[in-house]
Every structure is written in C-alpha cells, then in structure tokens.
C-alpha cells in the first residue's frame, strides 16, 4: 500500500528566511505527487504537482518541489518566506487506479517577524 | 464557476441522529471523493466514484454510505451518527488534480 510520511510535524521560520518541508513516500510505481496548502478554517488549495519530466517543478507562490526517486523523497522549498506563508501543508501521492490521494500527516509552519 | 461547493458549512448531530453532506462541481468531472479530516492524520478517504452512477469504498468507509445519481454532485450519508465522526469532510473531484470544496464542519455530540 503507498503511504506519505512528513516527518516535520511543526517548523517555525523567520519571515524572509528560507524553507524546507520534507515529504518521503512509499508508492511501487512511477508517483504522481502533489503539495497541498490548507490556511486555518480553509480548504486545501494546490501548489504543485510533479507527474514526469523536469524533476524540479514549480509552483504558486514562488514554491518549488524536487523530486528525487532515489531518496523517495518530494521536498518543499521556498527561498525566502513571507508571513502569509504560515498554514499546513500536506504532501500527497495519487493512487493512479483510482485517482484517489494518500495524504501524508502536515507540517504546520509558523512564521515569525 | 464555482468549482466545488459543500453543505452545509457546519453542523451539529446527537448520537444516533442521521444526515446527508452535498457536494457539486462544476467542471464536469468524472471522479470524485468524500475524505476526512482529523488532527495529526492528515486527510483520509471514504468513498470515491469514478464517474455517474457509481461508487466505491476508501479507506475509512464504515458509518457511511453515498450516491452518485447526477454527475455533478456526489452525497455522503451518516445513517446513525457517532461521536467518532466528529471530524472536517471534504469533498474533491478531479480529472488528474483534484480540486477541493471548503469543507464541512461536523460535531457529533
């Protein structure tokens, strides 16, 4: 079965610093991979997504994801973080039978003045 | 266009009490998804449908059932409701991304 595992539960950053969110997964084929972002109260809204190509895909909001097969690995990065980027993300893998989405666990992001 | 649309936004049950949550989409989508969301665990999938008049089980399907009788809507029922439903449901439907609704809040007391 695929699973997503973000190890981060919970990060703080200071507001202009730069970012890393990590996301492994576990799925037996070729992944489908997506970066969801969740404000408190609101749905979850797409950042980006990587099906094949470029292995470095980017997203909105100045976000980027480089997805690397050897590590199973799809980290988040921003290189500089303004604080309106505080909310939860959530890494996801499609299921590509069902095209349904294992989500893994977020990483809540703090940003600080 | 609205994309996807949830109701309501929130509710409250007593144990035992029954409910239907509606979504509808509007970018005529074939697939779509009913998921849970609970602290620490991310969202989790209960019944999706691949298109009109099907359906078929996720991962944490007990407690619910639904129905797929137009294409744009998908409905999520709770027959006896539970405090262990207490949770935020989303709806999503998708070609290859998929889109989600904002969210319905329910409290089962």
């Known amino acids: 079965a695929q699973s997503v595992t973000q190890p981060d539960i919970h990060i703080t950053v200071s507001e202009g610093a730069s970012l890393e969110l990590r996301c492994n997964y576990s799925y037996g084929a070729t992944p489908y991979l997506f970066w969801y972002v969740q404000s408190p109260g609101q749905g979850l809204q797409l950042l980006l997504k990587?099906?094949?190509?470029?292995?470095l895909v980017q997203g909105i909001k100045g976000f980027e994801a480089e997805f690397k097969r050897s590590q199973s690995s799809f980290n988040l990065r921003k290189p500089s973080v303004h604080w309106s980027d505080a909310a939860e993300y959530f890494c996801?893998?499609?299921?590509?039978?069902?095209?349904?989405?294992?989500f893994g666990s977020g990483t809540r992001l703090q940003v600080q003045p | 266009n609205a994309g996807v649309t949830q109701t309501p936004k929130f509710r409250v049950l007593k144990t035992g009490q029954s409910m239907t949550l509606l979504c509808a989409q509007d970018?005529?989508?074939?697939?779509m998804y009913w998921y849970r969301q609970d602290p620490g665990m991310g969202l989790r999938l209960i019944h999706y449908s691949v298109g009109e008049g099907t359906t078929a089980k996720g991962e944490v399907p007990d407690g619910y059932n639904v129905s797929r009788l137009k294409k744009q809507n998908f409905l999520l029922g709770l027959e006896s409701a539970a405090p262990s439903q207490t949770s935020v449901y989303f709806c999503?439907?998708?070609?290859?991304?998929?889109?989600f609704g904002p969210g319905t809040r329910l409290l089962v007391l």
């Open positions: 999503a439907s998708s070609y290859e991304t998929q889109y």
């Open positions: 990587y099906f094949s190509g470029d292995t």
């Open positions: 996801a893998v499609m299921d590509t039978g069902r095209r349904a989405l294992t």
């Open positions: 970018m005529n989508h074939e697939y």
